[in-house]
């Protein structure tokens, strides 16, 4: 993820680093079934694509500073929550292999992605990561 302000507009881009990405090949065997892992992938995007909705659905009108902040804020949250095998995600579900609390990420996004943006902080996926997981909002 990289964030950019220009005149008092911020751009988030997510983009795929292959050099930093799991070959599909290298790792799927009897212990991983690709089904599982796709799943589970996804989930990393949900992760980005909710921490940007719910501090842009919080964002006042944003000064110059402001927008740094609410940056800061985005890389932040996303470290916390998805940095790579630190990050409260893998070490959470096991790369995957922690069922129950894969299953428990996929329906926290499922329901977050089904409700509009947060009216409050309260509602964020980073507060209900941490109530669910103990991580993500600090």
């Known amino acids: 993820m990289t964030t950019s ?9 997510f983009r795929i680093d292959r050099s ?5 090949g290298s790792w799927v065997d009897a212990n991983h079934d690709p089904d599982t892992i796709l799943i589970h992938e996804r989930g990393h995007y949900y992760i980005g ?10 964002a006042p009108p944003l000064s110059i500073a402001d ?31 922690n069922q129950v609390n894969q299953d428990r990420w996929n329906q926290l996004f499922a329901r977050l992605l ?17 109530v669910l997981f103990g991580c993500g909002n600090d």
């Open 67 to 97: 927008g740094n902040a609410l940056m800061n804020a985005l890389s932040h949250r996303w470290t916390s929550l998805d940095n790579g095998a630190t990050g409260c995600y893998e070490t959470s579900t096991s790369l995957s292999a």
């Open 20 to 24: 930093k990405s799991w070959v599909v």
């Open 49 to 58: 694509l909710l921490i940007v909705r719910d501090l842009i659905a919080l």
């Open 114 to 130: 089904s409700m509009p943006p947060p009216p409050s902080s309260s509602a964020s996926l980073a507060v209900s990561a941490s």
């Open 5 to 13: 302000l220009t005149d008092g507009v911020i751009t988030v881009d």
